[in-house]
């Protein structure tokens, strides 16, 4: 990808990221099998490959790279119940109350929004980079079906995952968030995913696309925050 990150003006050297990448690819089976039981380590090792095809081929590929990584995301915050068979025999109980069900779903629920989010961001840095993809030849979504196509493929997925962060406002009392959870998810979350709608909608320039791919990691961030508020109070 050495052409392509030069034509995309990237600061980033590509034989340090392939080294770094492979470190902790690598770290990350290893303690997978050792510390981590059979269907974790298996779930990695799949990822890693998953991750070495996504690198070689398929992000050249219209949706299929955005799908493969925003899937991977949205596989994270669901960990616990893979590693955990206890959260697997309470999510089959059939004697779950209705606010225990709302409160085993929050990973799902996290999870989704992981992926819409992730899925947004990298249809966005496709439009980004659509002019280093064009000389090497990728076939990502804008360059197949247009910046116009893609930028509303990117602007739904946004809209879904505001929608999602709404909901769970609307069913705080069933997801138990107190009131700093919920101010929190106001100011860094739907205000950063809302201003991000806006931008994107404007967004015609290799710049315009930096600035809306940057607030979707600064919502990434954001969320992480959220997550610790509503775990402390």
């Known amino acids: 990808d050495q052409l392509n990150e030069k034509l995309n003006k990237s600061k980033l050297d590509s034989r340090q990221l392939a080294q770094s990448a492979a470190f902790f690819l690598l770290f990350s089976i290893l303690v997978s099998l050792i510390c981590f039981n059979k269907t974790f380590f298996i779930l990695n090792l799949i990822v890693s490959i998953g991750l070495f095809l996504y690198s070689w081929k398929m992000k050249h590929l219209p949706l299929l790279g955005n799908l493969t990584i925003a899937s991977f995301a949205g596989l994270c915050p669901l960990i616990g119940y893979i590693n955990h068979p206890e959260?697997?025999?309470q999510i089959s109980s059939s004697a779950l109350s209705i606010n225990e069900m709302y409160q085993l779903s929050i990973p799902f629920l996290i999870g989704i929004m992981a992926f819409l989010s992730t899925l947004s961001r990298e249809i966005v840095k496709d439009l980004e980079d659509i002019d280093g993809d064009l000389a090497v030849r990728s076939k990502t979504l804008p360059i197949l079906f247009g910046k116009s196509a893609a930028k509303i493929i990117a602007l739904f997925v946004l809209i879904c995952t505001a929608s999602l962060t709404l909901f769970a406002l609307i069913c705080k009392e069933n997801y138990s968030l107190s009131f700093t959870t919920c101010a929190s998810i106001v100011v860094l979350l739907l205000v950063p995913i809302f201003t991000a709608i806006v931008k994107l909608f404007q967004a015609n320039s290799k710049?315009?696309?930096?600035?809306?791919?940057?607030?979707?990691?600064?919502?990434?961030?954001?969320?992480?925050i959220v997550l610790l508020t509503h775990t402390f109070t």
């Open 87 to 89: 959260f697997q025999f």
């Open 207 to 224: 710049a315009d696309f930096f600035k809306v791919s940057n607030l979707h990691k600064f919502i990434f961030l954001s969320a992480t």
